[in-house]
T-cell receptor, first 112, second 114 residues
Framework: GEDVEQSLFLSVREGDSSVINCTYTDSSSTYLYWYKQEPGAGLQLLTYIFSNMDMKQDQRLTVLLNKKDKHLSLRIADTQTGDSAIYFCAEKGSGGYQKVTFGTGTKLQVIP | DTAVSQTPKYLVTQMGNDKSIKCEQNLGHDTMYWYKQDSKKFLKIMFSYNNKELIINETVPNRFSPKSPDKAHLNLHINSLELGDSAVYFC?????????????FGSGTQLSVL
């Protein structure tokens, strides 16, 4: 089945950039997503990218997609303490009601 | 107004009991889901319904039975609870397009089986 992997933990200083990486195995992925989960809360969609794009920018967030290597990254510029959370990448396959498969999650710790 | 709301937020119960978690969405979405998040934060889909019809049913024990009385509600009933069922259960909804499925999550139900 589909597999989505992320590193478990990332620590950065406030004001620096954060880069969270994700690899996936499903070559038929159509959409790829980044979700944020704060403590005690559900996941919240941050941004997404269609598989025929290689970059998408949305304010402080930049998503890069390398479809050949099946690698997705999320860059957060000027990281703030409020960005501390778990970040999940997710992918959706093609055709019909394909499920969205989530990665293992990366816990981002922002040091003041 | 909360878009996807689930109740209860916390559920503590004994092994062998039967319990239900309720979910409602007011977004007008066609598709609803149940996800399970384990202690390592790994998130796995359990079920998905589109307009009250079951469309995704992952390998989940028969003790778990979803019910969708209408497209705004998806409840989860669990029979004969086991220790391994302890997790956070998230309800989610999406517009139901078969292309870009943006998911909207509830705040979760933390189930503890003693």
């Amino acid at each position: 089945g589909e597999d989505v992997e992320q590193s478990l933990f990332l620590s950065v200083r406030e004001g620096d950039s954060s880069v969270i990486n994700c690899t996936y195995t499903d070559s038929s992925s159509t959409y790829l997503y980044w979700y944020k989960q704060e403590p005690g809360a559900g996941l919240q969609l941050l941004t997404y990218i269609f598989s025929n794009m290689d970059m998408k920018q949305d304010q402080r967030l930049t998503v890069l997609l390398n479809k050949k290597d099946k690698h997705l990254s999320l860059r957060i510029a000027d990281t703030q303490t409020g960005d501390s959370a778990i970040y999940f990448c997710a992918e959706k396959g093609s055709g019909g009601y394909q499920k969205v498969t989530f990665g293992t999650g990366t816990k981002l710790q922002v040091i003041p | 107004d909360t878009a996807v709301s689930q109740t209860p937020k916390y559920l503590v119960t004994q092994m062998g009991n039967d319990k239900s978690i309720k979910c409602e969405q007011n977004l007008g979405h066609d598709t609803m889901y149940w996800y399970k998040q384990d202690s390592k934060k790994f998130l796995k889909i359990m079920f998905s319904y589109n307009n009250k019809e079951l469309i995704i049913n992952e390998t989940v024990p028969n003790r778990f039975s979803p019910k969708s009385p209408d497209k705004a509600h998806l409840n989860l009933h669990i029979n004969s609870l086991e220790l391994g069922d302890s997790a956070v259960y998230f309800c989610a909804s999406s517009p139901g397009q078969t292309t870009n499925e943006k998911l909207f999550f509830g705040s979760g139900t933390q189930l503890s089986v003693l």
